[in-house]
T-cell receptor
Framework: QKEVEQNSGPLSVPEGAIASLNCTYSDRGSQSFFWYRQYSGKSPELIMFIYSNGDKEDGRFTAQLNKASQYVSLLIRDSQPSDSATYLCAVKRGGGNKLTFGTGTQLKVEL | DVKVTQSSRYLVKRTGEKVFLECVQDMDHENMFWYRQDPGLGLRLIYFSYDVKMKEKGDIPEGYSVSREKKERFSLILESASTNQTSMYLC???????????FGDGTRLSIL
């Protein structure tokens, strides 16, 4: 079992819809969770991070964390074509010093 | 805004060469990281540093070394480049291990 798993996609959603990206992790000691967006040929850029169970909202983005079920999600409301990218989930173990990245989910927002 | 600058966007070298990749951050961050990113394999940690002259191996350190002589600068060294080291190399920095990492633009390295 991979430490951090994401569906590679592509996930296709129509413009204006909600995109839901999911990430599961295997280490119950994980404490910190990060979502990055990566456009083709570019480096990852941070979208959000979350440490506590529940939801965290920032503009059109909402991160949802459920530690009991070991998953973290990213919701993108009112999806735009400019949201088309690969979304990387990264997880850090409590007390650890490294991030473990998933391989990413490719999102396509169609006109 | 955090600025992480990598010295080259594209680099072509030959097998057996010693290759240096440079990374500079301007936010006085304690931690710096080197990753490589390959299709289907995702981001993999090569080395990281948590203080000047302090370093730790990541998940795939073989064939690489690092140097951190100053807080703002972290160098990745390919001791004797091989074709399987052709990859995208990404440098990142963070203020603490619990804080987000911020990435440079990456160096696409080709070893011929």
């Amino acid at each position: 079992q991979k430490e951090v798993e994401q569906n590679s996609g592509p996930l296709s959603v129509p413009e204006g819809a909600i995109a839901s990206l999911n990430c599961t992790y295997s280490d119950r000691g994980s404490q910190s969770f990060f979502w990055y967006r990566q456009y083709s040929g570019k480096s990852p850029e941070l979208i959000m991070f979350i440490y506590s169970n529940g939801d965290k909202e920032d503009g059109r983005f909402t991160a949802q964390l459920n530690k009991a079920s070991q998953y973290v999600s990213l919701l993108i409301r009112d999806s735009q074509p400019s949201d088309s990218a690969t979304y990387l989930c990264a997880v850090k173990r409590g007390g650890g010093n490294k991030l473990t990245f998933g391989t990413g989910t490719q999102l396509k927002v169609e006109l | 805004d955090v600025k992480v600058t990598q010295s080259s966007r594209y680099l072509v070298k030959r097998t057996g060469e010693k290759v240096f990749l440079e990374c500079v951050q301007d936010m006085d961050h304690e931690n710096m990281f080197w990753y490589r990113q390959d299709p289907g394999l995702g981001l993999r940690l090569i080395y990281f540093s948590y203080d000047v002259k302090m370093k730790e191996k990541g998940d795939i350190p073989e064939g690489y070394s690092v140097s951190r002589e100053k807080k703002e600068r972290f160098s990745l060294i390919l001791e004797s480049a091989s074709t399987n080291q052709t990859s995208m190399y990404l440098c990142a920095s963070s203020n603490s291990f619990d804080q987000p990492q911020h990435f440079g633009d990456g160096t696409r390295l080709s070893i011929l």
